[in-house]
């Protein structure tokens, strides 16, 4: 099976832009996680989605949203972009309680 | 609040050594818990799962991890470490039994391997 997959890789943007990011599960994998990773903060729950609802959320402001399409593919949105929005990006699906991660956005904000 | 610490943010050892990585969690409730291993520049692989079956959880790469109710730990061990070791070692936990999609993370050890 292929494996969790994030598109684009990397991305840079300027402050204040909107940004949208995506992530396509492992095949039969109906729960997507995302991540946000800064050497700051570390690793931060973001959301989670099942069968294309919000099912967890972490505490992040409204500016990051998320969605998830009927084939569970998921993405995630930043509006009005900061400088410390810079970080990577990770997307998790789920199975059996497991969470299989994807490679990661890198997103840069000058 | 719920968390997870993990003791040292850096580790080094020899090859050959144990490696032997700690964390600790704050809950009344005993949680699910994992180890995660991050390559530089690659996503999370997961090393090994704890969900109350067995305290001593065996994973993959010969990394295994007890679970200790009384002192609320998860420490991570390898008898012998391999110089292919070298990477940051996360430990999480969740208490959300129903999705188990929401893991809070500790701060990461990075652990180095010396010749």
């Known amino acids: 099976k292929a494996g969790v997959t994030q598109t684009p890789r990397y991305l840079i943007k300027t402050r204040g832009q909107q940004v949208t990011l995506s992530c396509s599960p492992i095949?039969?994998?109906?729960?997507v996680s995302w991540y946000q990773q800064t050497p700051g903060q570390g690793l931060q729950f973001l959301f989670e989605?099942?069968?294309?609802?919000?099912?967890n959320k972490g505490n992040f402001p409204g500016r990051f949203s998320g969605r998830q399409f009927s084939n569970s593919r998921s993405e995630m949105n930043v509006s009005t972009l900061e400088l410390g929005d810079s970080a990577l990006y990770l997307c998790?699906?789920?199975?059996?309680?497991?969470?299989?991660f994807g490679p990661g956005t890198r997103l840069t904000v000058l | 609040a719920q968390s997870v610490t993990q003791l040292g943010s850096h580790v080094s050892v020899s090859e050959g050594a144990l490696v032997l990585l700690r964390c600790n969690y704050s809950?009344?409730?005993?949680?699910?818990l994992f180890w995660y291993v991050q390559y530089p520049n690659q996503g999370l692989q997961l090393l090994l799962k704890?969900?109350?079956?067995?305290?001593l959880v065996k994973g993959i790469n010969g990394f295994e991890a007890e679970f200790k109710k009384s002192e609320t730990s998860f420490h991570l061990t390898k008898p012998s470490a391999h110089m292919s070791d070298a990477a940051e070692y996360f430990c999480?936990?969740?208490?959300?039994?129903?999705?188990?999609?929401?893991?809070?993370f500790g701060k990461g050890t990075k652990l180095s391997v010396k010749p």
């Open positions: 998790a699906s789920s199975f059996l309680g497991k969470q299989f």
């Open positions: 999480a936990v969740t208490f959300d039994r129903g999705s188990q999609g929401n893991l809070i």
């Open positions: 095949s039969g994998h109906r729960s």
């Open positions: 809950s009344s409730v005993p949680p699910y």
């Open positions: 704890y969900t109350s079956a067995a305290t």
């Open positions: 989605y099942f069968s294309e609802t919000q099912r």
